[in-house]
């Protein structure tokens, strides 16, 4: 499970943001996890759960926003958010897309004291 890798950097990431910011805690971790980024949403929540304490976090709550594909058309240059595994623009029916979004993990917001 790399989850547990996963939430050990972002940890690590909240640990840094915390003190350049002079916070004594972090009370909210937001993530957005794309649908084709290979991450767990659910053992995800449960590596932050165990690994959160004794970590400035360990108070936090973890919100997950789940970021859908998106996929931009090079022919007709319209961007679409997909809900199928078809790569094929809707608009148009061009095969020349390329994925804009979800894909990634990324941290998007923290708040701290």
Do not use: R, W
């Not at 590596?47 to 108070?59: G, I, N, P, R, S």
């Amino acid at each position: 499970m790399h989850e547990y890798s996963i939430v050990q950097a972002l940890l690590q990431q909240c640990e840094h943001h915390a003190e350049a910011n002079d916070a004594q805690k972090v009370t909210k971790v937001v993530i957005k996890i794309g649908v084709l980024s290979g991450v767990e949403p659910h053992l995800l929540q449960t590596a932050f759960d165990t690994f959160k304490e004794d970590t400035v976090c360990y108070d936090a709550v973890l919100e997950i926003i789940h970021q859908k594909v998106v996929i931009h058309c090079n022919d007709c240059k319209d961007a679409f958010t997909i809900e199928k595994h078809e790569y094929a623009c809707p608009s148009c029916g061009g095969s020349s897309v390329k994925i804009v979004d979800g894909e990634e993990l990324l941290l998007m917001q923290l708040e701290m004291e």
